[in-house]
């Protein structure tokens, strides 16, 4: 993550009480700040789903790869609330051409239905207002994609693996599902749907829904989600991929010429599921599988529900980086099964999840691994609060005006796993375990709020924590307050403390780098022997450590990533060729954001920059590109 944000809009945060609403429900009679930020609408959707909520989605859409669109319909099941019968129904779209709409009651015939598309906004898109005659429960929209649709991106066959078929995916997460569906955007309204995909021939379209490793090839698939979703959650890709199973109920889908290294890597998740299960109750979605991405993926994985979304990069071959499946099957409780209403509570998917993870790698690769991996974490958490503005350093963040995107920092993820962390240490960890496990079952397929947990918590754990309770862990304190709160406790990692011993005795010259004992480090202890060194580093020793280790050249992404931000650092120019081969063909805005950032410090960085992003460029998915013209401040019009 380690997203730092450039703009901002400073602003008080608000202290809330916690006010028992819950987001798909009428707030009780007598529920607090009826007027507070916890209780309003979502900011970053025009619809109305106080009034009319859709429940249901029926998509049918032709993929067209030369037109870079999908063309067809989506037809919505909708529910009046009591008295809202004459109410216009009002969806998100961005960049959508609507072509007509249609209503129907019942199963009466479809009848057109006037509408009218809102002015653009730059973040939210086009309001779509549809009137429909009072009981009308059904409502179609043709319409087409734009071919610079915010969620998809359109793949030519050099950009894949196999570089014979195109390929296309979808990124919905966080406000982008309404450029390619119209949608009421909100991640408090949930949906099921099924969709009607029709795709060239030869190629193989998945969902996130249910999917069948045996469907044949025919151009045309069909998919069913039962479950009721947020909109972020639906996800689509096309393009030439293949199956390996790797336990029951979970699998990999890929390119075939990486299904094999996807495979073997992954092999490991039935083990994870099965771990998870038994710390918070049964997986309620049927199959998990991953779906292996081209590497200009943007994320490294994105939860969509049955069908995880994951980036090559992850691919190490020595499992070190799975912690990312790990992390993407917990959001099948945290995030996908209690979700976030809005994405001021984006905390609830991702601090939740970071902390479910944690618990995985400690369940299945030990107490040892988990303890560097959550070390690894604090440490970036540590950095950004130098430099972060206080106001992003609210876990209950205001991202009113802006985009959701803003929010995503280390900020949700790790200062919200540090605080479930607390609360372990506190309660206990078979008490909080309890807890966890109750709250999703007590939340399951609902969207709900910061202040819907505060209450949970004050009910199930706190109020009967006995002298474990409140006084221990400052809850108001860790949600609407920045910075971490004095007592919160501090990871720490014996294995380590020994890599600083050699990284001392390597940098005050008493070893060379050849003598260093490193013969049985894992991936998460180079990380932290190079995170380790100072900076500034002369050329020479960067040169001796490459000569000793040959970083340039590591197949592990993470450790390539930070041995070439070094790079850039110490202007160590041996590594400019594999910089510049990184950033062509890696599309993960994680790995691409602080590297171009680090560029663009020296006149000279920023001209190498701007010669390798001119070429990257069209290479990158809208999602990444948004961001990185910023930080080049490149003129998208020239
Ligand atoms: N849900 C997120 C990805 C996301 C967040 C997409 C916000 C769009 C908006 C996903 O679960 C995630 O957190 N991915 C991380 C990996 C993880 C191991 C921290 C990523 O992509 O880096
Ligand atoms: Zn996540």
Redesign the pocket.
Known sequence: MNQLTSILLLFSATLLAACNVRSNQTPPAGAKSPGSPDSSKDPHSYSNPEQIKVRHVELELQVSFEKKALEGSATLTVEHAAGSDDAPLVLDTQNLSIDRVESAQGSRDFQSSPFKLGPPDKILGSSLTISLPAKADRVRIHYTSGPTAAALQWLTPVQTAGKKHPFLFSQSEAIYARSWIPLQDTPAVRLTYTATIRTPRDLRALMSAENDPQTPRSGEYHFKMTQPIPSYLIALAVGDLVFKPLGQRTGVYAEPAIAANAAKEFEDTEKMLTATEKLYGPYRWGRYDLLVLPPSFPYGGM?NPRLTFATPTIIAGDKSLVSLVA??LA?SWS?NLVTNATWSDFWL??GF?NYVTQRIIEAVYGAERAAMEEVLERQELMELLKTLPEADQILHINLTGRNPEEGVTDIPYAKGAAFLRHLEKAFGRARFDAFLHGYFDHFAFQSIRTSDFVTYLNQHLISSGGEAGQSNVPVDEWIYKPGIPAGAPQPSSPVFSKVEQQARQWINGQLPASRLQTATWSYHEWQHFLRSLPTPLPKERMAQLDAAFHFSQSGNSEILHQWLLMAIRNDYALAYPKLEEFLLSVGRRKFLKPLYAELVKTEAGRLRGMSIYRKARPGYHPIAITTLDEILTWDQNR
Do not use: C
Request: hydrophobic content about 0%.
């Open positions: 939860e992390h993407e959001h995030g998917n991702e999840t």
